[in-house]
């Protein structure tokens, strides 16, 4: 299954990878969307030089698959996942990528305090819950199923490793 995303007016070719569970987005696609550049391929071309130099794992780790071009070919091009493709944003000097790491920086603070206090989270997914419009029984329906979902992995965890202890 291939797609098209866009973000603004600039087309992001994507494709999902039914043996990973995940989605990969054309690099290329996403360096013209967040910048100026008048040539994309370049820009993109440099930039991973320059990734490469600093031993940018997400550099070396991407993908390269055939994917149809804007004039209908099929062209080998670089793609990255979700992870990858937001690690590569980080690293692009432009006034259109700076909402997405102000945003990558306040997710990383939330998901530390989450770390130092675990009832923030459900806090938050609580409110997000409510935000998409779900009822407050539907809410707390979920909240005890995943509850019973954790409580049920770590006694099959617990009885793992009981049985390859004794």
Do not use: C
Request: overall charge positive; cysteine-free.
């Amino acid at each position: 299954m291939s797609n098209i995303k866009l973000f603004e007016s600039t087309r992001i070719r994507s494709i999902w990878d039914d043996k990973a569970q995940r989605w990969l987005f054309v690099i290329v696609d996403v360096v013209a969307a967040l910048t100026e550049s008048r040539n994309p391929q370049v820009y993109w071309r440099v930039l991973k030089k320059r990734l490469l130099a600093e031993g940018n794992e997400t550099v070396t780790n991407r993908n390269a698959l055939k994917m149809t071009a804007p004039d209908g070919k099929q062209r080998l091009t670089d793609v990255a996942d979700t992870e990858q493709l937001l690690r590569l944003i980080q690293s692009i000097p432009s006034p259109k990528a700076e909402p997405f790491k102000r945003w990558l920086a306040r997710v990383g603070y939330e998901r530390l305090e989450e770390i130092e206090d675990p009832e923030l989270a459900a806090k938050r997914m609580r409110a997000l819950y409510q935000a998409k419009g779900y009822s407050d029984e539907w809410i707390e329906k979920r909240v005890r199923g995943i509850a019973n979902l954790l409580r049920h992995a770590g006694k099959r965890a617990a009885n793992e490793v009981a049985a390859t202890a004794g």
